[in-house]
């Protein structure tokens, strides 16, 4: 039994109360046999979150995409990779966004191939609810899959395919997902070639994560050795190769591998988004997601937080759909603290990050650069993290700090590219995590 809040499988609480009542008996009756304690339940398998992506509501703010006009009669294929392995998986599915429910008419999972295609004879179809092959999802809801035999090794890539007979309506997405999703006309979730599928995208579909059980995990049923990434598009990785999985939090994840100890590490990044306010196109401003997105993952003991320069440069004309209203650097720092608070209330550790140079792109401004700069003061001396990560000094430029070096620089002098996320996966501290 998961501890997540989600809709359609937790809409109401459920309390479990055990005991035994003796009264007392007659002083002639028989003597009565000992009591026997009451059966226990066989125990449940421990599920740990392996791959995640934050759901976000409908928007095309970048030309366009599949979450406007959502599916009917089509098949959506979409592969993740996931970062600890497990001998049974299953999916986490939501219409957190939708405004209808959502009808899953049939899903599998297989091992990856090339494309849109998986290897054959890998495919396994998916059940909800205790055998169902087809599920509908409320509005605003959340569900998980039954859990499937499925052995999997961390860094390997997982297809998960969804058929979706009815009109969706617009689709809850993840916007950037740095990777391929292909979409077929009809029923193709059994297909192991990937010749139906012709169209693509770049974000994800209702796909909000991957929990396994078993293998590696169930020697850590009860360890919560999680790592959540959580953050903006420098999170999310943006500027990045697109399926080349080179994330910084993807960096971290290999680092953790090559130690013979993988660990979970799960991006909850969304591009554009800010801590104090919300954004249409970018999801709920952090302080009210994190609940959703972090405190609800199985198995999680730390989280890496980055974020708050789309609060400093949100609110010029430069910013992306418009500016947002003016953060101060004190505002932005209670925001954070409020994360802070929000994670440990529930033995969550958190790590700071420094925010990242802005030099040469349409965020840095004289103004923007003070903020950013006594931000940063603030995460390095101000304790109020477990530890911190300097991220800033880890891909600046010695010569210019103010500005990423250019071999780490993406090109739009704000994201890192391939060679700078792995410089910040190589800034953390692995005895801190």
Known sequence: MTNRSRTTLRSAGIALLAGLTLTGAPATAAPQPAPQPAPQPAAQPAWHGVWAASPQAPTAPFGPNWSTEGFADQTLRQTVRLTAGGTKARIELTNRYGSTPLRITGATVART??????????VRPLTFGGGRGSVT???????????????????????????????????????????????????????????????????????????????????????????????????DGVGAT?????????????????????????????????????????????????????LTEQGVGTVVLLEGINDIGGSGPSFPGGPTPDVSVNRLIEGHRALIRQAHAHGIKVVGATLTPIKGSFYFTPENEA?????????????????VVDF???????????????????????????AGYTAMAGALDLDEL
């Open 371 to 387: 903020k950013r700069e006594a931000f940063n003061d603030w995460v390095r001396t101000s304790g109020a993290y477990d530890a």
């Open 242 to 294: 697109n399926d080349a999985d080179d994330r910084y939090p993807d960096e971290l994840a290999e680092r953790l591998a090559a130690t013979g100890r993988p660990r979970p590490v799960l991006n909850h990044g969304i591009g554009g988004n800010q801590v104090t306010n919300d954004v249409s196109w970018a999801g709920e401003a952090a302080v009210a997601r994190f609940r959703k997105d972090v």
């Open 137 to 235: 999802i409320p509005a605003g809801g959340t569900l998980l899959s039954d859990g499937v035999p499925f052995r999997t090794r961390a860094l390997e890539s997982v297809t998960v395919t969804l058929y979706l007979a009815g009109p969706t309506g617009p689709a809850t997405f993840h916007h950037f997902a740095g990777a391929t999703s292909y979409r077929a006309a009809g029923d193709h979730r059994s297909d192991a070639s990937g010749a139906a599928f012709t169209e693509t995208s770049t974000s994800w579909y209702y796909l909000s994560g991957v929990e396994v059980s078993g293998g590696p995990a169930a020697a850590r049923p009860h360890r919560r050795d999680g790592i959540v990434t959580f953050g903006d598009s420098i999170t």
């Open 113 to 122: 191939a090339k494309g849109g295609a998986v290897e054959p004879g890998s």
């Open 392 to 418: 800033d000094r880890a891909v600046a430029d010695p010569a210019d700090p103010d500005r990423i070096l250019p071999a780490y620089d993406s090109g739009d002098h704000l994201h890192p590219g391939d």
